[in-house]
C-alpha cells in the first residue's frame, strides 16, 4: 500500500483511439469523512465507495456548483449522501437503523432493496437538474454505468473499491467514433477486459502513472494535470441560522422557551451551532423573546 498522501484525481487517454479515463485516490479526504460518525466497517467501505464516485462524476461534470448523490431506501441503510464543489471539497454522510448487525461486505441492492440513486446538478446560477437511477446490479459501480448510458448514451464502465483507510475509483468511457483518431475499432474492448483484471488492492494502493503502466504498459497513454481534492463543509453559522429561522417565529420562541437556546449539530462534519435568543431577535424581532 502506498503510505503517501495522496487525494488526487487525475484524467487520462488513449492516444489514436475515442477512448477516455479517470483514475481517483483518496486517503485523508476519505478519512475526514468517516470519522464523524461511529460507522461501521461495511457502511464504511460503501460510503467510500460513493466519495470515489461523486469525484469521479464531479470531473466529467463540470459546472460551478455543487454535485451530490444520494440514495434511498427501505433496508436498514436509509440514507447515504455524497457531494462535491467545484472547489473539489468532499463530504458525505450514512444513516442507518444502529440496532441492526451490519455485514462488512454489503450489497447494495439488498440494503437499498426498492430505492434509487437521486444524482443531483446543482449550479450556482441556473436551475438545479436531478436524474434518478434505478439500484440495478448488486454494486454501485453497475448504477454509475446505467446513469451515463441513459444521460450522455456513452458506454461508461466504473470499478469502485474502498478499505476504510482509502478510497479509489476507475472510470472508462467511449466518445463518440467520430472523435477516434484512428480506426481502432478494438480499443473499447480490450481496454475493458483489461481494466476488469484490476485488484482492490491496486485500484486502493497505486498511483494513476503506476496503476496504467500496469494495466495497459503495451498502449500509448496520455495523462493529464492531476487535481487535488480535500474534506470540506459548506455549512456556516449564518446558513444555518437561516434554517433555523425557516421554521418559523412560533416554533422557534417554543424552543427556545423550552431549551433557553437552539442548538443544531451539521451532520456532515460535526461543527456545532447555538442561538439564544439575543441572536434571534434582528431576524424575529420581538416573537424571539421568551418573556
Not at 466497517?41 to 461523486?54: S, T
Not at 461508461?156 to 467511449?174: C, E, I, P, T
Not at 492531476?226 to 449564518?238: D, E, I, N, V, Y
Not at 429561522?245 to 456532515?268: K, M, N, P, T, Y
Request: hydrophobic share 40%.
Amino acid at each position: 500500500m502506498n503510505d503517501v498522501i495522496i487525494n488526487e484525481i487525475q484524467r487520462f487517454s488513449f492516444d489514436n483511439t475515442n477512448v477516455r479515463g479517470e483514475h481517483v485516490v483518496l486517503n485523508s479526504a476519505y478519512q475526514e469523512i468517516i470519522k464523524r460518525k461511529n460507522y461501521p466497517i461495511g457502511i464504511e467501505k460503501l460510503l467510500g465507495e460513493f466519495v470515489a464516485a461523486i469525484a469521479l462524476l464531479r470531473d466529467i461534470i463540470k459546472i460551478d456548483g455543487v454535485l451530490s448523490i444520494q440514495a434511498k431506501g427501505n433496508g436498514f441503510l436509509s440514507t447515504l449522501m455524497t457531494e462535491c464543489d467545484e472547489l473539489q471539497n468532499l463530504r458525505g454522510i450514512a444513516q442507518w437503523d444502529e440496532t441492526q448487525t451490519v455485514p462488512d461486505t454489503i450489497s447494495l441492492k439488498e440494503v437499498l432493496e426498492g430505492g434509487y440513486l437521486v444524482i443531483t446538478i446543482s449550479p450556482r446560477n441556473g436551475q438545479r437538474y436531478q436524474g434518478i437511477v434505478e439500484i440495478v446490479g448488486d454494486t454501485l459501480a453497475e448504477c454509475l454505468e446505467q446513469y451515463f448510458y441513459q444521460s450522455e448514451q456513452l458506454p461508461s464502465r466504473v470499478w469502485l473499491a474502498a478499505n476504510g483507510a482509502q478510497s479509489a475509483g476507475l472510470f472508462l468511457q467511449r466518445l463518440p467514433a467520430e472523435q477516434a483518431q484512428s480506426g481502432d475499432e478494438d480499443a473499447w474492448e480490450r481496454f475493458t477486459h483489461l481494466a476488469a483484471t484490476v485488484k482492490d488492492e491496486e485500484l486502493l494502493g497505486l498511483d494513476t502513472e503506476t496503476l496504467l503502466h500496469r494495466l495497459y504498459h503495451e498502449e500509448e497513454v496520455r495523462l493529464y494535470e492531476p487535481k487535488a481534492l480535500q474534506f470540506g463543509c459548506s455549512c456556516s453559522r449564518q446558513r444555518t441560522l437561516d434554517a433555523v429561522i425557516s421554521i418559523g417565529a412560533d416554533e422557534v420562541r417554543q424552543l427556545l422557551i423550552e431549551q433557553g437556546s437552539i442548538q443544531v449539530d451539521c451532520q456532515f462534519c460535526a461543527e456545532q451551532y447555538e442561538f439564544t435568543a439575543e441572536d434571534l431577535v434582528d431576524q424575529l424581532g420581538d416573537q424571539a423573546q421568551t418573556h
